[in-house]
């Protein structure tokens, strides 16, 4: 399995970036694909979840109402699109897969990891 996570970048408090994560050898009808994210110093954390089975979507309360998680499960790829950003959100975001919903978001264990990217926003 492999995850590409791309889009990452600078932005201005206020602004939006869009996250993309595109998986290989892993099948989008059955799991979960998340997104995490870690600042310097912090703890690594959820930021959101897409269940492929029936689209169900999760989100950290930090986040809710400014992220959006989707899929097309055509292309195996899973974005994150992310308004009104904060200074608060920077950090490197990882996209992750399981087959348990349950590993991934609940205990924020999830078997598969792909690279980080960097996501700064300036105040």
């Known amino acids: 399995v492999q995850l590409q996570a791309s889009g990452g970048g600078l932005v201005q408090a206020g602004g939006s970036l869009r996250l993309s994560c595109a998986a290989s050898?892993?099948?989008?009808?059955?799991?979960?694909i998340g997104w995490f994210r870690q600042a310097p110093g912090k703890e690594r954390e959820g930021v959101s979840c897409?269940?492929?089975?029936?689209?169900?979507?999760y989100y950290a309360d930090s986040v809710k109402g400014r992220f959006t998680i989707s899929s097309d499960n055509a292309k195996n790829t899973v974005y994150l699109q992310m308004n009104s950003l904060k200074p608060e959100d920077t950090a490197v975001y990882y996209c992750?897969?399981?087959?348990?919903?349950?590993?991934?978001?609940?205990?924020?264990?999830?078997?598969?990891w792909g690279q980080g990217t960097q996501v700064t926003v300036s105040s």
């Open positions: 050898g892993f099948t989008f009808d059955d799991g979960a």
């Open positions: 992750a897969a399981d087959r348990s919903k349950i590993r991934l978001w609940v205990l924020g264990r999830p078997v598969y």
């Open positions: 897409i269940r492929s089975s029936d689209g169900s979507t």
